[in-house]
């Protein structure tokens, strides 16, 4: 039997979809304009910088960002071109290739980053009180745990 939302469940349901949206497309919209830079290609940047030797498999790629691996694979090509990443085979699995940030990509991110930080805080952080923020931050948390629990 199905569990209908009453209004309350309802109201909220609906504010979370769209504010989700709204935060997410704002995001996306100022990335775009001021570092001319789509968000999968940032956080493949952001997860580059973050590893080790700034190199992490495709595979490690597909996986911290829920992507199939022909999305990733047509993502750091489009990197690759932008002179950000380049690739290298794994040494002992010759199907396993490594994506690895560039100086000259690292240095986009850098470019990039301020700005993305400036729009996560205009949208997302200053709209909040700082209590609202650490409740936002413990609800998604349990979301994020829940979600994945299963995986």
């Known amino acids: 039997m199905t569990r209908w939302l009453n209004d309350d469940e309802q109201r909220s349901w609906r504010a979370f979809a769209q504010a989700s949206r709204l935060v997410n497309d704002r995001l996306d919209r100022d990335l775009q304009n001021e570092a001319g830079m789509p968000p999968t290609y940032y956080e493949l940047l952001v997860l580059l ?5 700034r190199t992490l498999r495709m595979s490690e790629l597909a996986r911290w960002t829920r992507s199939k691996p022909s999305r990733i694979s047509h993502a750091v090509n489009k990197l ?5 990443v380049r690739r ?8 396993g290739w ?5 100086d000259e990509g690292l240095a986009a991110l850098q470019v ?8 996560v805080r205009a949208h ?8 609202q923020f650490r409740q936002l931050g413990e609800i998604s948390q349990a979301l994020l745990d829940h979600l994945t629990k299963s995986e």
Do not use: C, M, N
């Not at 690759?80 to 950000?84: A, F, H």
């Not at 490594?98 to 560039?102: E, R, S």
């Not at 997302?124 to 209590?131: F, G, H, M, Q, V």
């Open 49 to 53: 910088s973050e590893a080790p030797q």
């Open 80 to 84: 690759e071109q932008s002179g950000w």
């Open 88 to 95: 290298e085979h794994f040494e002992g699995d010759r199907r």
């Open 98 to 102: 490594l994506a690895v940030l560039t």
């Open 112 to 119: 990039a980053a301020p700005r993305h930080v400036e729009s």
């Open 124 to 131: 997302l952080i200053d709209a909040l009180t700082p209590e």
